[in-house]
């Protein structure tokens, strides 16, 4: 044992492991960090053309358009899906195809970028949250308000700190994200909210996890834990799903005909507030034979901060007796996608597709 006073000052266990991490670094520098870029289209995926019409630019040409990647200090391969589109063409038999090539290069490289047009893009993100478990690795969506190809485009800072977080060595980040306009966001819990501004993004009900200045400060605390199982991609979608968003008068024939849709396994409400809804008879007994033809239907509130809180008010009470499921503070894309992710993987078990619903699966609700 060393006699007290003659142990070495708090400072030098930390100047020495210091040490080793600096030496490790260098090291490990001598690696490159590599990531893939899966480029899907979008608006910043466009350049202009000596006429001054814009369109899409092959992936290849990237290096003209943001030279500064150029002497970035990590190595960028990159794939374009076969149709490179808006994204508000974007389908579940696409988002199979982005995880499929990231599946399939996941051991050769150490993140992934994801090239994609903001109007779907939390929806996809959200998807592919749910279709990989055990996810070690960054997923990092970004895109832009204006395309790449214009001066003052927004795509340039987005996709240099997108690829800076996809390769960085300083945390490891298990998550699908989006990087927009200074900000790392958590896929499932981001909803685009501006058709504007640069800052097109938001995360009403979980911090950012990252934020880019002068340095990118990583807030890892919140970031999802480090699996410890080897990874699995699901790619069973069921889209046999619909969305009712209620609104003041909303009557039976609407109601109706969106629970009455042939083969239809699962309803996302949008209702009120903290998951309220008319308490009129029609409307519960409308959900009430849904339910009992073995229709999930899930509470997710229309506001955009805050959760569902079944029985807080009389104006939820009933959908609770009969079933109905609370879904806390889901974002509605991370929503519909879990919902599409669940029937698809467990098509002949509802009972647990319900329990599943009503639990965080990837940090999308706050438990
Ligand atoms: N309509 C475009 C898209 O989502 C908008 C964008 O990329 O910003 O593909």
Redesign the pocket.
Known sequence: MIPEGTQPPGWVPFLFSHAIKQLLLRYLGMKRNKVLIVYT????GMVQDENGSLHPFALDRIYDAVPQLKSCQYGIDSITLPSI????CMTPSMWVNIAEIIEREYDRYDGFVVL??????AYTASALSFMFKNLDKPIVFT???LPLGMLRSDGRENIICALEIASTRLVTIPEVCIFFESHLYRGNRSTKINAENFD?FESYNYPSLAKAGINISFKEHLFLPMPTEPLQVRKKFDTRVAILKLFPGIGPEIVNSVLHTPELQGVVIETYGSGNAPTDEWFISALDDAIRRGIIVLNVTQCKAGSVKMRQYAASCDMDRIGVIGAGDITIEAAIAKMMCLLGEYPDDKAHVKMRLSQSLRGEITE
């Not at 289209?41 to 910043?44: D, F, M, R, S, Y």
């Not at 994609?116 to 893009?121: I, L, N, Y």
């Open positions: 289209g979008g608006t910043i589109i808006d994204s508000s994609h047009g903001t109007d779907t893009m895109g832009s308000q097109a």
